[in-house]
Nanobody
Framework: QVQLVESGGGLVQPGGSLRLTCEAS????????MSWYRQIPGKERELVAVIGRAGISSEDSVKGRFTISRDNARNTVYLQMNSLKPEDAAVYYC????????????WGQGTQVTVSS
């Protein structure tokens, strides 16, 4: 059973930092493409950053501020968020794209990030 559990969200002042963590289980983590998405009410979920064997990619508005990384030994993917802005406030979701034996996406439950003074 695939499980993705996010943590690390919370309230932070503009300019502050947070590190989101997504702990994965139930699949071969090292071969999965892992991503972070975010969503605000009334808008579509948007890709923030992705990490896989092909490398790392991130959305333009977070380049230089957010860093995605993974620890395959711990089955964990991280999103380090620095210099946070009010417009970064959203629910952040972890996603696993598993390609072994087919192709399927799995999502975590999300973690809320609030950026406010």
């Amino acid at each position: 059973q695939v499980q993705l559990v996010e943590s690390g969200g919370g309230l932070v002042q503009p300019g502050g930092s947070l590190r989101l963590t997504c702990e994965a289980s139930g699949f071969t983590f090292s071969s999965a493409i892992m991503s972070w998405y975010r969503q605000i009410p009334g808008k579509e979920r948007e890709l923030v950053a992705v990490i896989g064997r092909a490398g790392i990619s991130s959305e333009d508005s977070v380049k230089g501020r957010f860093t995605i990384s993974r620890d395959n030994a711990r089955n964990t993917v991280y999103l380090q968020m620095n210099s946070l802005k009010p417009e970064d406030a959203a629910v952040y979701y972890c996603k696993a794209l598993i390609t072994s034996g087919g192709r399927a996406n799995y999502w975590g439950q999300g973690t809320q990030v609030t950026v406010s003074s």
